[in-house]
């Protein structure tokens, strides 16, 4: 519960630095392209049909790096794209009937994101990613559907930088989005949430701690991929044909991961 009461307090602080700092919001101007070659290197298990991926794309919204340690390479209204994986058949951590903790420890769980020339992804060797869902529950004495997800060990950036957190908050202060504090099969339907209090990456500097970054982005787009009992179903069938049948190369190409 230290952890996630230190998000909560983590993304309120952050929003209200950069609220300060006097950055305004960014409408969307430009289409955004999903980046295909983003893929996790993993070992997800065929056996295991409840595993979930979710492709987001999202726009930065503000940047907080007063010690410029990211160089300028991310700037407002640059694109995230990347992905995040779960098993929704991950069992509930917490007793309360209308609030889901899930925990995920396993080296095939966790998100990737690119931007500026860097990524930012989950340690696989050292996870630490969870999610909280809570129907319609009592948040500062209004009840609302809430959807967090956060990875709390992740890999340091290309130039040493640590990632402390990444994470993404959902709320719904209608209360109407979620039935169940069950772990979610499909993507988040965006329309569905009031508010998208954004997708959060925060780090510092590992020699000096005082010099931090904070990243924050309007996720605006999220989309279920393939699964991974059809994807490992359909692999080595693929491959095959590829090896045998290479006239057939452009439509195997399209249809391989």
């Not at 300028?72 to 509930?92: P, R, V």
């Not at 690119?114 to 209004?142: H, L």
């Not at 080595?236 to 391989?256: A, D, E, G, R, V």
């Amino acid at each position: 519960m230290n952890k996630i009461i230190g998000f909560l307090v983590c993304m309120l602080l952050i929003i209200t630095a950069l609220s300060a700092t006097g950055v305004t919001d960014v409408q969307t101007k430009h289409f955004m392209k999903e980046n295909k070659d983003l893929e996790f290197n993993l070992n997800t298990p065929a056996n295991s049909p409840g595993v979930i991926t979710i492709k987001i794309v999202a726009k930065i919204k503000d940047v907080h790096d007063p010690n410029n340690l990211l160089g300028g390479a991310i700037e407002i209204d640059d694109t995230i794209t990347g992905k995040y994986i779960y098993d929704s058949g991950t069992l509930d951590s917490d007793p309360d009937p209308d609030f889901g903790l899930y925990e995920h420890t396993s080296s095939t769980f966790g998100i990737e994101l690119k931007t500026g020339g860097f990524v930012f992804k989950t340690n696989q060797s050292n996870v630490d990613f969870q999610f909280i869902i809570g129907n319609n529950v009592d948040f500062y004495y209004n009840n609302q559907d809430i959807y967090i997800m956060a990875s709390y060990n992740n890999l340091p950036l290309s130039n040493g930088l640590e990632i402390e957190t990444i994470g993404w908050r959902l709320d719904d202060t209608t209360a109407t989005t979620l039935s169940s504090d069950d772990l979610p099969t499909a993507a988040p339907v965006l329309s569905n949430w009031t508010q998208n209090l954004g997708l959060i990456i925060w780090g510092r500097d590992p020699s000096d701690p005082y010099k931090t970054y904070e990243l924050l982005a309007d996720v605006t787009k999220a989309t279920k991929g393939m699964t991974s009992d059809v994807f490992f179903t359909l692999q080595p069938i693929l491959i095959w044909l590829f090896q045998h049948f290479t006239n057939m190369f452009p439509i195997i190409q399209l249809l391989l991961p």
